[in-house]
Structure formats: C-alpha cells, structure tokens
C-alpha cells in the first residue's frame, strides 16, 4: 500500500539554522508530493508541492525536491525563523484507485528559538 | 474568497449519543474529503467524494460513520452511538477537481469531545 514516512521529531533549531525534515513515501504509481504545515492554533495549510520526478516545490524559502530514486521529497530551509514554529507533515496522493486520498506522514513539530 | 469552514469548531458530547459535523467547501470545488486527526493515529482520511460518484468510504473506521454531500457543496459527517475513541479533530478539505495534482484546501476543523 502508499505510506508515508518522516523523521522523528521534535526538531529544536536557532535561528538561522539549516533545517532539513527527512520524508520517504512508497506507493505503486508515480504519487504527488505534498508539504503541509500546521502553524500554532491554525488549520493545515499547503506549504509547496511536487507533482512529477526531478520537480522542486518551493515557498517561503523552503524548498523540496522529488526524487523518484530514493523515493524522498526532503523538506529544507537554509536560515530558519521564530515563525517557522510550526507542525510540518508530508504527503502524497498516489492516484489510481487511490485518487482522492491523500497519506500523511506521522508531523514534525518544529520550534525555532531566537 | 472564503475558505473551507466547519461547524461547530468544538462539540462535546456523551458515550453513546450521535453527532453531525458539518463541512462547506469552497465554492465551485467538486471535491470533497474528511480526515481524522488524533495523537495515537496521526492524520487519518475517513471519505472522499467527487462530483456526482459513488464516494470512496474506504477510510470510515466502522458503519456507525457516514457521510453526505447534498446537491454536489455542504457535506455532513455523522458518528452514531459514539465511543471515547472517537474524540479527535475532524477535518474536511476540498479541492477544485479531485485530481491526484489537485491542492487540497483544509478548514479549521471540529474537535470532538466524547466524554
């Protein structure tokens, strides 16, 4: 079946740090790729995605590439802020039978400290 | 424009009683999904539907779950006799065509309480 994994978290970073939040996913076709993010008190909200291999989706200064050989969509910044604080999930929809479904990693909360 | 929204933002509510949840999509989005997000389960789809199809129930836990979308926009999910198991935050998303590109737009969400 499609899954999807993250690394564990809690992340803690200063600010300014490199981020980098680890996703793998498997599923039988050539899935979608999607970052979401859950900020303090908000609803989830798409942060970039990915719709083919060797495709980059980036926001925000975030960034995030599919790489259909290693099967990863690894979500990074390179000077992360306070307001970055936030839960970040990844995601795919892989289509097919599956078409509206969308599977989540398990989040990463982030928190940034000034 | 406006976003998805939900209603109520909280409900609490007996073992045993029955809860509708309500979801109003984004105007000319013809999908529709709900998810279930709880600590022990993460995020958890429950059904999709699109457009005038049979919807895709495949993720509803067990029969005391359903769902309704009337006349293609509002949707309505329904937990009969609820369990403490029950208790999490529902989402509902919707996006324009139901394609596996397509962006999924959440709302706020419904946190149920079963007590």
């Known amino acids: 079946g499609n899954s999807v994994t993250q690394m564990e978290g809690p992340v803690t970073l200063s600010e300014e740090a490199f981020l980098t939040i680890n996703c793998t996913y498997t599923a039988t076709g050539y899935p979608s790729l999607f970052w979401y993010v859950q900020y303090p008190g908000e609803g989830l909200q798409l942060l970039l995605k990915?719709?083919?291999?060797?495709d980059k989706g980036s926001n925000k200064g975030f960034e995030a590439t599919y790489r259909k050989e290693t099967t990863s969509f690894h979500l990074e910044k390179g000077s992360v802020q306070v307001s970055d604080s936030a839960v970040y999930f990844c995601s795919s929809n892989a289509g097919g039978t599956s078409y509206g479904k969308l599977t989540f990693g398990q989040g990463t909360i982030l928190t940034v400290h000034p | 424009g406006a976003g998805v929204s939900q209603s109520p933002s909280n409900k609490v509510t007996e073992k045993g009683k029955d809860v509708e949840l309500r979801c109003d999509p984004i105007?000319?989005?013809?999908?529709l999904y709900w998810y279930r997000q709880s600590l022990g389960q993460g995020l958890e789809f429950l059904i999709y539907?699109?457009?005038?199809?049979?919807?895709?129930k495949s993720g509803l836990p067990s029969d005391r779950f359903s769902a309704e979308r009337t006349g293609g926009s509002v949707s309505t999910l329904t937990i009969q006799r609820t369990q403490q198991e029950d208790s999490a935050v529902y989402l509902c998303a919707s996006s324009l065509e139901g394609t596996s590109t397509d962006t999924q737009y959440f709302g706020p969400g419904t946190r149920l309480t079963v007590l």
């Open positions: 105007s000319g989005h013809t999908a």
């Open positions: 539907f699109q457009g005038n199809s049979a919807p895709d």
């Open positions: 990915a719709t083919k291999a060797d």
